[in-house]
């Protein structure tokens, strides 16, 4: 079982002068769901090397057990220091994806070329693809060999508009997850912010914020199996 997680490698958060990156709870606790679970796992980037990490994912109120976890091992961290270039990685080699969130997928994994023929490749080929939080934006140029969006007439979700203005977001992200799920037919799902919520439509798994990615994963294992 062989796991690709592609992650960030955007910094900036807008024009605020403020870093962004990858969100760690949303790296950390599918890393090991799916390390637990025995899975070859493959981590990718855009630039290759140390994908940036969202400061404020490294706050005290948002540390899990799999955060700690990761903190506590430094394989996992040479690991992840070491991403290999998106470019480089052939879907071929791949039973699934997993993109882990924070706003950083918003300006470079939702229009790298890459990452757009990565995804319509896993699934024209029957490969199951994750994403959680802000990462469903990857979702927004795919399309099916028929030429529509991946994500039309399927269930998905991603977070929330009301979501991304608790953070005070909505007029510095590039485009809000929800909108754009909705604008490309995807039957946009949610739950009440903040709580976790997953859907499974076909090939797509989606999860709607942080509280989402472990039983993302774990929805996506179900789905190989």
Not at 28 to 37: G, I, L, N, T
Not at 198 to 219: C, F, H, M, R
Request: net charge negative; glycine share 8%; charged share 20%.
């Amino acid at each position: 079982m062989k796991i690709l997680m592609v992650l960030t490698s955007h910094d900036k958060l807008g024009n605020t002068g403020e870093k962004t990156g990858f969100w760690l709870e949303e790296f950390a606790s599918p890393y090991y769901v799916f390390k637990d679970a025995g899975a070859e796992i493959t981590l990718a980037s855009p630039l290759g090397g140390q994908p940036p990490l969202d400061p404020k994912s490294d706050a005290p109120d948002f540390q899990t057990e799999a955060t700690q976890r990761f903190k506590a091992d430094s394989t996992a961290q040479t690991v992840l220091a070491n991403t290999v270039k998106l470019a480089e990685v052939s879907a071929a080699d791949f039973d699934a994806v997993f993109y882990p969130g924070g706003h950083g997928p918003l300006w470079d994994l939702a229009e790298d070329a890459s990452s757009i023929a990565l995804i319509e490749a896993l699934l024209a080929t029957g490969k199951p693809v994750a994403a959680v939080c802000h990462a469903p934006g990857v979702l927004r140029h795919p399309k099916t060999p028929d030429g529509v969006s991946v994500v039309q007439g399927k269930t998905v979700t991603g977070f929330t508009n009301t979501e991304e203005e608790a953070v005070g977001l909505t007029k510095i992200v590039p485009f809000l997850v929800e909108e754009m799920l909705k604008q490309n037919g995807g039957k946009y799902s949610k739950l009440a912010d903040w709580h976790p919520h997953v859907v499974s439509d076909g090939l797509l798994i989606t999860g709607q914020n942080p509280a989402s990615s472990e039983p993302a994963a774990k929805a996506l294992l179900a789905k190989m199996a």
